[in-house]
């Protein structure tokens, strides 16, 4: 592979065993040539390529995570999507929160003190169990308090025994709420046995039904392919809801192709839904994505911190077109405004990178601290949680009465 005159100058003195005079130049060029073909695929399609420069010749030897990082940080645009995974690795791109699909008990948890303020003990608080899980054949649900695991009783430490390993022994409680001063108090205590974690397969439809006669609602865990949600979403639409309640806080991975189907489905807007802006090398690659939709329902975006990208795009795009049909309810989103190309080779990893802004059709990508919405509503500032989708959520009920 060439390098840099100045690059290969330094690595030739280097390399050179100066006592036998062996030219060992081939043996850098092999075990950094996969840091440069990351620099220079970077160059050539990365959103901020024209930023990046030769480094330091002993900079080629670190690891790809590492490189790859050192090459963002030249772009000053505060870059945290562009990544890189070793091939040789299973490790889950898309983790929340305390779950990882590839080996977990299928859960997501939080660490709180005691909701009633009567002692200082430490809670895990369920947020999210999901379908077919080891959490869930044990009986776990959400918003239940995990207050200790085996004999241990809950702490940072011991929260950790709960995103993987061999089987557990839960102690739960659960709250209840006084109906004469609606103070919280607990309720029950129950033990739980939970098998060992394992791969979990995660639904792209987690839930999807009627809340009333004119309300629909689906709960997305990702966009990835639209066939996948086809039916379940065909089906709400043919109920002529006169509001569509679209739960995205566990996406947080997706396409724009299948958010863009999405738009086409559920849409009542007619126009160019979004852009893609590449950098100057690449600008023949920037695409415009127009949708023709009249299906009439008002549509409502539940959000949190796990929501990004193609959901986000979906969001913004939508929102753009038809400000007063789009209403979001929620807390923040990530703010993934860029779109990510794999780029993989014969090295054993992958670079994930940057490669264009997912923009509306005002070419507007404007969201990089996440879309905000329309009514900020934190669950997790109330003491209960409940299923999602039921009609007793802060978020489900907020809609309910305002639709």
């Keep these: 592979m060439r390098l840099n005159n100045a690059i290969y100058a330094t690595a030739l003195m280097t390399v050179m065993c100066v006592s036998c005079a062996e030219d060992r130049t081939h043996e850098y060029e092999e075990k950094t040539a996969g840091n440069h073909w990351m620099q220079e695929v970077m160059q050539e399609w990365y959103l901020w390529g024209d930023s990046l420069q030769e480094l330091d010749w002993k900079q080629y030897f670190a690891t790809p995570s590492v490189f790859v990082s050192r090459l963002t940080s030249q772009s000053k645009a505060g870059d945290r999507w562009t990544y890189c995974t070793v091939d ?36 895990a608080r369920v947020l999210t169990v999901y379908p077919g899980s080891p959490a869930e054949r044990c009986g776990l649900r959400r918003g239940d308090f995990i207050s200790q695991v085996g004999e241990s009783k809950m702490s940072s430490k011991v929260m950790g025994y709960l995103e993987k390993g061999g089987a557990r022994t839960l102690v739960v409680t659960r709250l209840d709420v006084s109906e004469d001063d609606e103070t919280v108090f607990w309720a029950d205590t129950d033990t739980l046995q939970m098998e060992p974690s394992e791969q979990v397969s995660v639904a792209t439809v987690m839930k999807y039904g009627m809340l009333a006669s004119d309300v629909a609602y689906i709960m997305l865990t990702d966009m990835n392919d639209f066939d996948s949600m086809r039916q379940p979403v065909n089906a709400l639409v043919s109920q002529h ?90 807390t923040a989103t990530a703010g993934q405004t860029v779109l990510l190309h794999d780029f993989a080779t014969q090295y054993y990893y992958t670079i994930h990178a940057a490669v264009a802004f997912v923009a509306d059709a005002a070419a507007d990508y404007s969201y990089k601290n996440g879309i905000t919405p329309d009514e900020i509503i934190n669950e997790f500032d109330y003491v209960q949680l409940y299923p999602y989708g039921d009609t007793r959520e802060t978020v489900v009920a907020y809609i309910m009465d305002n639709h």
């Design 241 to 330: 809801p006169s509001d569509l309640i679209v739960d995205v806080r566990l996406c947080n991975a997706g396409t724009i192709d299948c958010a863009v189907q999405l738009a086409r489905t559920i849409g009542s807007a007619s126009g160019t839904l979004l852009r893609t802006i590449w950098n100057s090398n690449k600008s023949s690659n920037n695409t415009t994505y127009d949708i023709e939709s009249s299906v009439g329902c008002n549509l409502f975006f539940i959000t949190g911190s796990y929501t990004q990208g193609a959901a986000e795009w979906l969001i913004w795009g939508l929102r753009s077109l038809n400000p007063y049909g789009v209403t979001v309810v929620g």
């Design 88 to 123: 040789t690795v299973v490790a889950d791109d898309h983790k929340r929160g305390t779950f990882n699909r590839y080996n977990s008990y299928g859960l997501d948890l939080s660490l709180m003190t005691d909701p009633t303020g009567e002692t200082t003990k430490q809670y």
